[in-house]
């Protein structure tokens, strides 16, 4: 009987053994199970942690390469890099060398997270660990065909940029690629000035290419008390407006439409919702000639500054150096055919003109006469002589006076360019030393008796000056329309002219810009000539140079000012002038703008350019 009652107890204590050992193994089951859970869901937890940080500290790193850009539209080109390390971030995860990293980051943004970013314009940059792939971005804004970047040959587009970006969070790594274009808005005056504008003439037209969109015509003129915009007529107190894009015309302040009625082709009343007061300011944006000249190969000699005259006596092309007296016998002449510099000849031609005129009964009466066409032909991209060391030397000092002999650009795109020292500042009166074109051409007394002038310029060319512009003659057609040049004067430019004014593509002034289009200044100064014409009645006084009278409709003219592109008379940014800048524009028959945002391309805001995201692609 006892033996039985030891073996029931050695049985039981083994049970007891067995059971223990079986619930210390199932709890180091559920220990481990629960720490590998836990596990598991902090490094689920923190690599959503990581994945939801590493988005926005890769969007930081493009917004701050926009920076970059917007600052400097030529941010890459010498293999510069973006790089920034917080928290103690191991840039090995992001496949860098950290002997190779910087080793302070030299972005403007902060993180205040554990993670990295870099962005380099190096295809070599040895940052990247040895074996793999080099992410580099390409700045191909200013370029007219496709780069290629690391992805292959031909993959930025023109006037584009690939920005990549190789971004680490803790242990989550991500590369992002990001396709940025030039902005179709400057989230600022896309047309108009910094001071007043003043618009007078008969009709408005207002359009636009391809997906531009309706343009905004505006001024900042800082002066509450005063209207921003005057918008007045020629003389019958109506204004045609053909404005079927929607465009408008605004001002910080007021508008003064001067009591005007403003009525639509088919003479209907237009709604005055084109017209917008008190818009405030916008940001004027800026023009870097210097990056548009750097781009541009001139030819090594350059044509000497200085004044150049044509002698219909003799028919050839006379030259003084600056300061020269025209009354002497002039230092060079060149006979037609003659080269001033290579890719600037002197020619004399004769052409037959017909025109259509109103004789002193009122009658239309049509003439056919032949006139001498002196030209200047430029068929390459040229500077005038300059030399900075010596700025008043004549003969170098970017100065460049023309009378009676037109500009005719023979070769498209081509540049002719004024230069002056980058760092003189205007006069009192806004005017520089250097870089200043004069150019006067009404044609021969014959002509001008006639009433007939010849081009004052002509071509899809462009004119670039350093100084101002003054151009008087009968008519202008210039600008090449290209995305990269523009019509530009770091000084004031003034046109008078007795026919069309016609510019294509972006201009651009840092002064003044008055037009007159189809007006002299007999119509100011002289009432006789304001109704000359009027009712047929014979003209009682001879107008001056053979310019065109304000209510002479000759049926030969298009007096209109159209510019195809863009217009911004930007003034100068330093000024405390509330009115530098102004816009003054006088058109007898017509002002048509034809907004092209493409010749934009080349605007920066104060001293860059914004850009919009194209593509965006993560992996």
């Given amino acids: 009987m006892k033996k039985k009652i030891a073996l029931n107890r050695k049985s039981q204590r083994g049970f007891a053994l067995m059971t223990v050992f079986i619930l210390t193994t199932v709890l180091l089951i559920m220990v481990l199970s629960l720490i590998s859970l836990t596990s598991q869901?902090?490094?689920?937890?923190?690599?959503?942690?990581?994945?939801a940080s590493i988005v926005p500290l890769a969007e930081s790193a493009v917004n701050e390469a926009r920076i970059m850009l917007m600052n400097d539209s030529t941010w890459g080109k010498a293999n510069e890099t973006l790089f920034m390390c917080s928290g103690g971030q191991d840039v090995t995860r992001a496949r860098l060398e950290p002997a190779q990293s910087p080793s302070i980051s030299n972005n403007n943004f902060s993180f205040g997270q554990k993670g990295c970013y870099y962005i380099t314009f190096n295809k070599n940059d040895p940052k990247f660990a040895s074996g793999s792939t080099v992410y580099y971005s390409v700045n191909n804004l200013q370029g007219t065909t496709a780069a290629d970047n690391w992805r292959g040959a031909?993959?930025?587009?023109?006037?584009?940029?690939?920005?990549?970006?190789?971004?680490?969070v803790g242990n989550?790594?991500?590369?992002l690629e990001v396709i940025l274009g030039p902005s179709n808005s400057l989230g600022g005056i896309e047309n108009g000035s910094r001071g007043s504008m003043n618009l007078q003439t008969s009709g408005i037209s207002l359009r636009k290419t391809g997906t531009s969109q309706a343009p905004n015509i505006h001024s900042n003129y800082n002066v509450s008390s005063k209207a921003s915009v005057i918008l007045d007529d020629i003389s019958s107190r109506t204004i045609v407006v053909d404005n079927p894009i929607g465009a408008t015309i605004s001002g910080r302040y007021a508008i003064d439409t001067r009591s005007n009625k403003f009525v639509d082709p088919n003479g209907k009343t237009v709604a005055s919702s084109w017209l917008q007061q008190n818009k405030g300011e916008k940001t004027v944006p800026d023009f870097k000639l210097e990056t548009m000249i750097d781009d541009i190969d001139f030819e090594t000699i350059t044509i000497p500054s200085g004044i150049y005259k044509v002698n219909f006596s003799t028919k050839k092309l006379d030259y003084w150096p600056d300061g020269g007296d025209k009354t002497t016998t002039a230092t060079t002449s060149f006979s037609p055919g003659n080269e001033i510099v290579p890719g600037l000849k002197f020619t004399y031609e004769t052409e037959t003109v017909t025109t259509t005129y109103r004789d002193r009964w009122g009658k239309w009466q049509t003439r056919t006469t032949s006139y001498d066409i002196p030209r200047l032909l430029i068929s390459k991209d040229l500077a005038v002589s300059f030399d900075p060391n010596n700025p008043t030397t004549p003969g170098t000092t970017g100065n460049l006076q023309i009378e009676e002999?037109?500009?005719d650009f023979v070769e498209t795109d081509k540049t002719l360019y004024l230069p002056g020292a980058s760092t003189e500042t205007p006069d009192g009166s806004g005017n520089y030393k250097n870089g200043n074109l004069t150019l006067t051409v009404w044609?021969?007394?014959e002509a001008q008796e006639a009433g007939w002038g010849q081009d004052l310029v002509n071509g899809e060319g462009n004119i670039c000056s350093m100084g101002g512009m003054n151009l008087y003659g009968a008519r202008i057609y210039v600008g090449s329309g290209s995305e990269t040049k523009a019509f530009y004067a770091r000084g004031d430019v003034e046109m008078q002219t007795i026919d069309q004014v016609k510019l294509n593509g972006l201009v651009f002034t840092n002064g003044n810009f008055t037009a007159t289009v189809g007006f002299s200044d007999d119509d100011i100064n002289n009432p006789k000539c304001a109704v000359c014409h009027a009712d047929g009645a014979e003209l009682s006084g001879k107008c001056t140079r053979g310019k065109t009278r304000t209510n002479d409709t000759n049926k030969s003219l298009n007096r209109t000012l159209e510019i195809d592109g863009a217009i911004i008379v930007a003034g100068d940014p330093n000024s405390v002038d509330p009115n530098s800048g102004t816009m003054k524009i006088k058109a007898l028959d017509q002002f048509n703008l034809t907004f092209n945002d493409n010749v934009l391309k080349k605007m920066t805001s104060s001293s860059g350019g914004y850009t919009r995201i194209l593509s965006w692609h993560e992996f």
Avoid at 41 to 51: F, G, I, N, P, Q
Avoid at 154 to 168: E, N
Avoid at 172 to 175: D, I
């Fill in 443 to 445: 044609g021969t007394t």
């Fill in 405 to 407: 002999a037109s500009l």
């Fill in 172 to 175: 989550t790594v991500k590369h």
């Fill in 154 to 168: 031909g993959k930025v587009p023109s006037h584009s940029a690939s920005i990549v970006v190789t971004v680490a």
């Fill in 41 to 51: 869901t902090l490094y689920r937890a923190t690599a959503d942690v990581e994945r």
